[in-house]
């Protein structure tokens, strides 16, 4: 839980523009977009370790939206231990990119921010592809005015792409499948990919693409699908809840551990060269198979909670998604450590405990069931 708002957290315009004074001069700078999401939490403590000044932009919220990071805040007033700051911008506001560039001068760059849910791209199409293509080709276009005015060119870029790309182009899906995006979301990390690879070709920047299939964790949003199964497990489990709506049960995916993940991000930006990489577990499970793994692990049928629920159907699937990285293996050194069943093992424990935390609140009074923190 947050124990301050958001705007002390955070560096506020001029005021901060000694930002990163305090840096030792051998210490790496990154800067993160979508720090506060599932990826840019586990990449900052990932940075973090490595001895890393870690930099995030986060967005206006009403709410506080630092969940995931709170447990590695440290006040920056506290100069010598606060390594990791965090400052406002957004993606669909360049002069806030180029200025938090100019100001904190960065080492590596991690463009992780996106509305990321494919199906609430074909609610929010127009925002999504402003978020998530031209958000990119924003944040490309400031690293390379950045560059050409301070001479900085050892800058390197890493663009969070996804299996959400290859659509409907049948698995194993490698760096030379061709791309059929179906869905808004989709197609504007198309784009996102291609400004990545134009802006290596036309400028020389160190620019790299990630092609990262699902990836999961106790941190996952709830409202993707795995998310809401480990849930919905949990509170089944400890009686908050009985049903579980779902969409499509049949769609394939290639899930693996977002801890995992994060490194495969990291060692692209250490290479020689800049390059385009796939990453993922090369094993691909049904929804179905995740909701037997899940409700299983706790000695529960799944068929006995699940309702099938027209409105989580998509007006277009993709059906079958399943990773070949073997580049990223020989060339990264990368491979996963967290293997189907043991992700949603970890996932489960971690959501039986959250419920229970839940009953307390509800046992007393606090929380209605029904009610969802
Ligand atoms: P999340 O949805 O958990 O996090 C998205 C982040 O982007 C959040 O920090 C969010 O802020 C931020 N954000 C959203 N809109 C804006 C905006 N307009 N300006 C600035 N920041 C914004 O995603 P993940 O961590 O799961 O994924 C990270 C990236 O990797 C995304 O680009 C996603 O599309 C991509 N990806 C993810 C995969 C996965 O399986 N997880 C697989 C392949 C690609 P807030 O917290 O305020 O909402
Ligand atoms: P995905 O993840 O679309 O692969 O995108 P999600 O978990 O949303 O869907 C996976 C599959 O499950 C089916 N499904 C449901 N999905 C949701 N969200 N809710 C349901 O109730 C439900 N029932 C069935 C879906 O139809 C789909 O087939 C994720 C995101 O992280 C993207 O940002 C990322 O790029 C890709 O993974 C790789």
Redesign the pocket.
Known sequence: MATENNSSRVGSGSGSHSVNGDAAPDRKIALITGITGQDGSYLTEFLLNKGYEVHGLIRRSSNFNTQRINHIYIDPHNAHKARMKLHYADLTDASSLRRWLDTIRPDEVYNLA?Q????VSFEIPDYTADVVATGALRLLEAVRSHIAATGRTHIKYYQAG???MFGSTPPPQSEHTPFHPRSP?AAS?CAAHWYTVNYREAYGLFACNGI???HESPRRGE????R?ITRAVGRIKIGLQNKL?????Q?S?DWGFAGDYVEAMWMMLQQEKPDDYVVATEESHT?EEFLQVAFGYVGLNWKDHVVIDKR???PA??DNLKGDSSKARKVLGWKPKVGFEQLVRMMVDEDIELAKREKVLVDAGYMDAQQQP
């Open positions: 996106a990321s849910h494919v199906a996804s299996s959400e979301y990390k990262l299939f699902n409202n993707f699908v795995t809401k709506f779902l969409g499509n049960l769609a995916r929804v989580y159907f998509r699937e993709v």
